[in-house]
C-alpha cells in the first residue's frame, strides 16, 4: 500500500514525509479493521485504498491553496476526502461531518487519536448544522453524497463569500453542472469549471464552484423539502 500511495504521488505534485507516509498506513489499516463490523467502504484491498481513496482525495490539492483554510467536509463517511487532505496539508482546520452518529464516535475517538490529527467532528445533518455555522468556511468538500442539485443546497450556506465548493464527482459531472445550474446560482454560487484527473485507467472529475454572493437566509431548507422540490 505505501509504495502504490507513494508512487502515485509525483502524477499529483505531491510529497509526503515518512511521518505522513506512515499515517496513511495506519489508516488503511484501521479502515479495513472496522470495516468488518461497520459499513465503512465497498474497497477491501490495500492497494485500491491508496489509489481509489486516498490519492483520489489528495488530488482536491491541485485545485486550489488549501493552506491554513477552514475545510468542512459534508457527508465525510469514513473521513473521505477531508482526512486524507489533512494528513498531506496538516495547516488546514478541518471539520467533518456526517449523519451516521456511530461513524462520527469512531472517527473522533479512535481515528484520529491513532492517527494523531486534530479535526473537529459532528453528528448532524448539514441543513441543520448551516443554521448555526453560516457561512464559516473557505472551502467545503464533499464525495459521493447526492447529486450536485441538491448538494449544493447543502454546502454553499456553509461557505463564506470569496470561498469554494468542490464537489467530487463521476462521468456525469457535466449533466448534473446543468441540472443544477438554477440552485447554484440562486445559492450565491459560480461554476468556474470541472477539473479532470487520472485515478487508475479512468478519469474523476471535480465539479469547482467559487461563492460569489451571500446564500439568502431562507436557504438550506429541510432535506425533505430539498430533495422533493431542487431548486
Not at 122 to 151: F, K, M, P
Not at 174 to 188: D, F, K, S, Y
Request: glycine share 6%; proline share 5%; net charge neutral.
Amino acid at each position: 500500500m505505501r509504495d502504490i500511495l507513494l508512487a502515485g504521488l509525483p502524477a499529483l505534485n505531491l510529497q509526503l514525509s515518512d511521518r505522513q507516509a506512515d499515517q496513511f498506513c495506519r489508516y488503511c489499516e484501521l479502515l479495513l479493521e472496522k470495516n468488518q463490523v461497520m459499513n465503512l467502504t465497498a474497497i477491501r484491498e490495500p492497494d485500491k485504498v491508496a489509489t481509489l481513496h486516498f490519492l483520489d482525495c489528495m488530488a482536491l490539492l491541485n485545485v486550489t491553496d488549501f493552506r491554513e483554510k477552514s475545510v468542512i467536509d459534508v457527508g465525510c463517511g469514513a473521513g473521505f476526502p477531508g482526512l486524507p487532505l489533512k494528513i498531506a496539508e496538516p495547516s488546514i482546520h478541518l471539520t467533518l461531518l456526517d449523519s451516521l452518529n456511530k461513524r462520527v464516535v469512531w472517527l473522533r475517538d479512535e481515528l484520529l487519536p491513532a492517527l494523531e490529527v486534530d479535526a473537529g467532528c459532528v453528528s448532524g445533518r448539514a441543513e441543520e448544522y448551516a443554521t448555526v455555522h453560516r457561512e464559516q468556511y473557505d472551502i467545503a468538500t464533499s464525495r459521493a453524497v447526492a447529486r450536485l442539485n441538491l448538494l449544493a443546497e447543502l454546502c454553499l450556506p456553509l461557505v463564506r463569500p470569496g470561498g469554494y465548493f468542490l464537489a467530487m464527482k463521476g462521468q456525469d459531472a457535466a449533466e448534473e453542472v446543468q441540472e443544477a445550474e438554477r440552485a447554484v446560482r440562486t445559492l450565491g454560487g459560480r461554476v468556474e469549471r470541472i477539473w479532470e484527473y487520472p485515478v487508475e485507467d479512468a478519469v474523476h472529475r471535480v465539479v469547482i464552484i467559487k461563492k460569489v454572493a451571500s446564500t439568502p437566509a431562507k436557504y438550506p431548507r429541510q432535506f425533505a423539502k430539498i430533495k422533493k422540490q431542487p431548486l
